[in-house]
């Protein structure tokens, strides 16, 4: 594909920034579409845990919803466990990638 477009390094942490102030939320990662990390405000093991593997299930559940539909695309996934909130907003070139926790969630 075309070559990401550049994004602003300052909107980016001005971003993180403000969704890791909400209540309940334990943090925030973007990664490209490679998975690789670009920034995150969690610790450096955390990050590129759940990088690699948010990576992987946001691309299955991309291809699953256009397989099911071909004029149709993935514009967000959430995740619930008994602990936590994964929320995933997938763009062209990255992830945004929030954990929050489920109790905190519950509230909203």
Known sequence: GRPPRPVAMADVEET???I???KGVIGALIVNSQGIPIRSTLSEDDTYAHAALITQLAAK???IVTELDK?????FLR???NKHE?????????L???IQSAASAADS
Request: charged share 40%.
């Open 86 to 94: 994964i929320l995933v907003a997938p763009d062209k070139d990255y």
């Open 96 to 98: 945004l990638i929030c």
């Open 61 to 63: 559940a991309r291809r």
């Open 71 to 75: 004029d149709d695309d993935l514009c």
């Open 20 to 22: 890791n102030s909400h």
């Open 16 to 18: 993180l920034k403000r």
């Open 79 to 81: 995740i619930r466990s």
